[in-house]
Every structure is written in structure tokens, then in C-alpha cells.
């Protein structure tokens, strides 16, 4: 089960936040604990508690008119500290056109630093609704593994915190390249074969990318409705059907990956 991407967008643009959370992503009603504004060098922003999870809290601060300066949302963030240490504040204006989340960074003995999203009323707001698919709680997962305060707020720092997420793939993409160049065989040079190793991850971050974004068997004409898991269901199916996935693979990564665009299949049928 997965959270409803095309509803969260519809959302977040019509600014029902509440609903999002709660409804979209199964988490909980968060109670009143913050005052219900905080005055800060002339601005006034109502706050509203959104929702919770694993103690993890999401708060609301409305303007009555357009948003001000992002040094002085992320002065009003951290003036929530003393409610929840752990957090993130949504920011919009009267209209809820104009809207930035803010999450800070507590890295033990580092200073903080605040991540920050915006979306316009000119965005489509498809980048954000996917950041904000990443804080999906399914109830299955919920009932087997309650999550913690550490189980939600790495999940909200993996899908926010763009610098940590960035660090992360390079240092893994890099012990990946050197597992998977031990495995090319019958090429020879050196050179040629790490030429080759990343040519084979770059495609295959290709297409991790347009799955997530279920572009992968989807024959919708209209949206993108296709399998957000396609690569491990295709492995699954692979392996019963032939005993190994590379009739798979190499149909995908090394004639259809290849190939030109115009000659290229449309990727259902792969």
C-alpha cells in the first residue's frame, strides 16, 4: 500500500493540510501544546498543531497577507523548539498560495541547519508532494513496528534534508561501483570496464527514477498510474519464469536503454 500521490498534490495546492497527513499519509491529530501566535519583528502568524507521529510534530503558521523574509520563518521555527525539539513547520500565506516547509537539522555537536521548500502558485507542486510521499505510514507497518521519534524523523530528514540525502548517494554509489565492476567479466582493460560498470548504474538510476515516478507499466493515457516498484516485480517474475533476471535485464538496460529514441518500445511492454 502506498499514499495516494495524484490526492497529496491536489492538497497541497488547495492548501488542506490537514487532510494530507491525516487522511493521506496516516498520521495523527496533533493537539494544542503551542501558543496561538507568536509575534516576531512585526510579523504575526497564527499557529495551528497539524499532526504527530512517534512524537515527531508538524505545525501550521498562517499570515494574514503574503509570507515574510525566510530569516524570520526559520526564527519563528525555532521558536518551537520548546514545544517539540523534533519537528517541522509549514508556512503559508492567507491564501495558502505561497507555502514554505521548513525543517531544521539537530546533527549532534554540528551547528543546526533549516532545509527549506517552497512552492508558488505558479508550481505545479509534483517535487514537494513527492517529498511528502516519503512520510507514508502504512497501518500494517504501524501495527508490526510502531515507529519511534528516530523512525520518523529520519524519514522526514531522508525525504527534507537535501544535503544529507546527496552526501549519502555519492558515498554508496561509489561502494556500489566497486562491488559491481568485480562482476563484469570478458572485458579486459580496466578503464573500459569501469566505463562500463557506470554506464550500467547510470541506467539503472535511470529507470529507478521513472518507476518512482510510475512511469514504468502504465497504460494510462491520461496520468502516470504505472508500477512505483516495477524493477523488484519484474526481478520476482524474471526469476520464477526464466531461474535468473537476465533475459530481463539485458532486454531493459542493454537494447532498450541503448537504443535511439524513435526505435525505442514503449516501456509496458518491456
Not at 133 to 139: A, K, S
Not at 248 to 261: E, I, N
Amino acid at each position: 500500500m502506498s499514499a495516494n500521490i495524484g490526492q497529496i498534490k491536489t492538497n497541497l495546492k488547495a492548501g488542506h493540510f490537514g487532510a494530507i497527513f491525516q487522511e493521506e499519509l496516516g498520521w495523527n491529530r496533533l493537539q494544542r501544546e503551542a501558543p496561538p501566535a507568536i509575534p516576531l519583528h512585526g510579523q504575526n502568524c497564527s499557529i495551528a498543531p497539524l499532526a504527530e507521529k512517534g512524537s515527531f510534530k508538524v505545525y501550521l503558521c498562517t499570515f494574514a497577507s503574503d509570507l515574510p523574509a525566510e530569516r524570520i520563518l526559520k526564527q519563528l521555527d525555532r521558536e518551537l523548539d520548546i514545544y517539540a525539539e523534533e519537528h517541522m513547520t509549514i508556512f503559508a500565506d492567507a491564501r495558502k498560495e505561497n507555502q514554505v516547509w521548513i525543517r531544521t537539522d539537530k546533527p549532534l555537536d554540528q551547528p543546526t541547519r533549516s532545509f527549506t521548500h517552497r512552492l508558488t502558485k505558479q508550481n505545479s507542486g509534483e517535487g514537494l508532494a513527492r517529498r511528502i510521499e516519503q512520510l507514508f505510514i502504512d497501518l500494517i507497518e504501524e501495527e508490526e513496528h510502531p515507529p519511534s521519534l528516530t523512525d520518523i524523523r529520519d524519514r522526514v530528514d531522508k525525504a527534507f534534508n537535501v544535503e544529507k540525502v546527496t552526501k549519502t548517494f555519492y558515498v554508496k554509489f561509489q561502494e556500489q561501483h566497486t562491488t559491481f565492476l568485480t562482476y563484469i567479466k570478458n572485458i579486459s582493460d580496466l578503464d573500459d570496464r569501469k566505463w562500463y560498470t557506470s554506464l550500467m548504474l547510470n541506467r539503472l538510476m535511470f529507470i529507478y527514477f521513472i518507476q518512482k515516478q510510475r512511469i514504468l507499466d502504465n497504460y494510462s493515457e491520461h496520468s502516470f498510474n504505472g508500477d512505483k516498484d516495477y524493477l523488484r516485480h519484474r526481478l520476482e517474475m524474471t526469476r520464477a519464469r526464466y531461474g535468473c533476471h537476465n533475459e530481463s535485464c539485458v532486454k531493459l538496460f542493454s537494447k532498450q536503454a541503448g537504443r535511439d529514441v524513435k526505435q525505442a518500445q514503449p516501456f509496458c511492454l518491456i
